[in-house]
């Protein structure tokens, strides 16, 4: 795959080149890939699997060392909020949940980078876009809720069976006495059950898309400011996307064991 790249490439002009600029993506040449969103989220991903599999190979039953402290707490976490959402058992909805927290949050994470430094480094190997914040791409957020829909449906038909899953997509919400009344409010509650089920993926990833593309915007604007400035309004504003960062990664994690719960349950 060729990228976007242009040898006599000249510096943004002014601030809505600025922002123009680092809002575009780099891009396959056709432009039907962004591809600094599939190598930024897949270098994570493989920093994620890293970290955790360094930390239990170096488990210890003794004093834990501070990155065995770290993991545990994380799991701890994410296993406290699986325990209460999610009544079933699984053996993957705990591996699932803790994939899900620690991936967008890393994502999200790269929020906090200077936002000219990676596209400078870049540069020098004749990279003129890129975007390094994965979860600011509706692209990417709407894949992972793809990939949760598609777990939703398997869920669901694991526990209820192809047969069952399929009986309630036509017989809730609204359950019927009667082979008359059950065939008039089928259509109806397939519509309702379809409604339902699409809500969920895209309520998931417009929400995490939302919250990251606006803190990527506020950053690009407080980089566009005098450099005392940058320091007195990106400092605390650093600080609260702590919070933004975290939260988003737990809610998109959150909502995703309450669907699957709700996806297992017989209504």
Same mark, same amino acid.
């Given at each position: 795959m060729t990228t976007e790249h242009a040898g006599g490439h000249a510096a943004p002009a002014n601030a809505t080149e600025y922002i123009q600029h680092h809002l575009s993506h780099l891009q396959t040449h056709d432009g039907s890939f962004n591809l600094d969103t599939f190598w930024i989220s897949a270098v994570l991903g493989l920093v994620f699997l890293g970290v955790f599999a360094l930390a239990a190979r170096?488990?210890?039953p003794g004093v834990p060392g501070k990155l065995q402290n770290f993991v545990e707490w994380v799991m701890e976490l994410v296993n406290d909020t699986v $325990?209460? &959402?999610?009544?079933a058992k699984s053996k993957v909805i705990a591996p699932l949940a803790i994939t899900i927290f620690v991936w967008v949050w890393l994502m999200n994470? =790269?929020? /906090? !980078?200077?936002?000219?430094?990676l596209p400078r480094v870049l540069e /020098? /190997? #004749?990279v003129y876009k890129l975007r390094v914040v994965p979860t600011a791409d509706v $692209?990417?957020?709407?894949g992972m809720s793809f990939g949760v829909l598609l777990c939703i449906?398997? /869920?669901?038909i694991k526990a209820k069976g192809a047969g069952g899953w399929t009986k309630e997509l036509f017989t809730a919400p609204f359950h019927a006495h009667g082979t008359v009344a059950t065939i008039i409010l089928a259509p109806v509650n397939f519509i309702f059950q379809m409604l339902e089920l699409f809500a969920k993926p895209?309520? !998931?990833?417009?929400? !995490?898309? #939302? $919250? =990251?593309?606006a803190g990527e915007l506020i950053f690009i604007l407080i980089a566009l400011l005098p450099w005392w400035a940058q320091w007195l309004l990106g400092g605390p504003w &650093?600080?609260?996307?702590?919070?933004?960062?975290?939260?988003?990664?737990?809610v998109f994690m959150a909502l995703t064991v309450v669907y699957l719960s709700l996806a297992v349950e017989k209504h």
């Open positions: 170096r488990a210890t $325990n209460s &959402a999610f009544h994470a =790269m929020d /906090f !980078l200077p936002v000219d430094l /020098f /190997f #004749g $692209n990417h957020t709407f449906i398997g /869920f669901s895209i309520s !998931l990833s417009l929400r !995490l898309f #939302g $919250n =990251m593309y &650093a600080i609260f996307h702590i919070l933004i960062v975290t939260l988003q990664a737990f």
